[in-house]
T-cell receptor, first 116, second 109 residues
Framework: IAGITQAPTSQILAAGRRMTLRCTQD?????MYWYRQDLGLGLRLIHY???????GKGEVPDGYSVSRANTDDFPLTLASAVPSQTSVYFC???????????????FGEGSRLTVL | GQNIDQPTEMTATEGAIVQINCTYQ??????LFWYQQHAGEAPTFLSY??LDGLEEKGRFSSFLSRSKGYSYLLLKELQMKDSASYLC??????????WGAGTKLIIKP
């Protein structure tokens, strides 16, 4: 079944630990995104990538890094986790906006992260 | 700054009609999206408006007025499964999506 797979679905980790959230898509979309979703706030963009080999910073990039070695994979790394990074993280992909069609985002099921 | 406003919560009755409003102030406009998100799940795409007017998809319709910076999502013949959050998002001049905080819709029997 085509779509986006995120792992892990849930994780509890101690502050200061390094953590990588994995994201893989099989729709051959060029654009991929990482969002965090917190209660009462809209989805906030952390990092994005419009094509393999390039990445860009979103609204809340501090404390996070990403890489895009190929079209399918877009991992998000927390180098040294802090409690304020407790959130639900969503990976998404789309066709490149402005290249035709709506460019709607397709989301993974989310990764619930708790930093203690 | 860029801003999307939508009501925090709405309540409606099964079988009725509900309208969820969204107003926006963004740097440019390249389309408006509505997504549905059930509790504990991922957002799923509902509709896309880039021109003024009404787009209808079964029980759901979405309206856009670019001059007023306004959209609404209309849900007809409400079902219990429509209980969810509805997210409004606008694509700005840089093709970045600006998201509202979402409207939690509660359906009562």
């Amino acid at each position: 079944i085509a779509g986006i797979t995120q792992a892990p679905t849930s994780q509890i980790l101690a502050a200061g630990r390094r953590m990588t959230l994995r994201c893989t898509q099989d729709m051959r979309h060029n654009a991929m995104y990482w969002y965090r979703q917190d209660l009462g706030l809209g989805l906030r963009l952390i990092h994005y990538s419009n094509t393999a080999g390039t990445t860009g910073k979103g609204e809340v990039p501090d404390g996070y890094s990403v890489s895009r070695a190929n079209t399918d994979d877009f991992p998000l790394t927390l180098a040294s986790a802090v409690p304020s990074q407790t959130s639900v993280y969503f990976c998404a992909s789309s066709e490149i906006p402005g290249t035709g069609g709506s460019g709607e985002l397709f989301f993974g099921e989310g990764s619930r992260l708790t930093v203690l | 700054g860029q801003n999307i406003d939508q009501p925090t919560e709405m309540t409606a009755t099964e079988g009725a009609i509900v309208q969820i409003n969204c107003t926006y102030q963004t740097s440019g406009f390249n389309g408006l999206f509505w997504y549905q998100q059930h509790a504990g799940e991922a957002p799923t795409f509902l509709s896309y408006n880039v021109l003024d007017g009404l787009e209808e998809k079964g029980r759901f319709s979405s309206f856009l007025s670019r001059s007023k910076g306004y959209s609404y999502l209309l849900l007809k013949e409400l079902q219990m499964k429509d209980s969810a959050s509805y997210l409004c998002a606008v694509r700005d001049s840089n093709y970045q999506l600006i998201w509202g905080a979402g409207t939690k819709l509660i359906i009562k029997p």
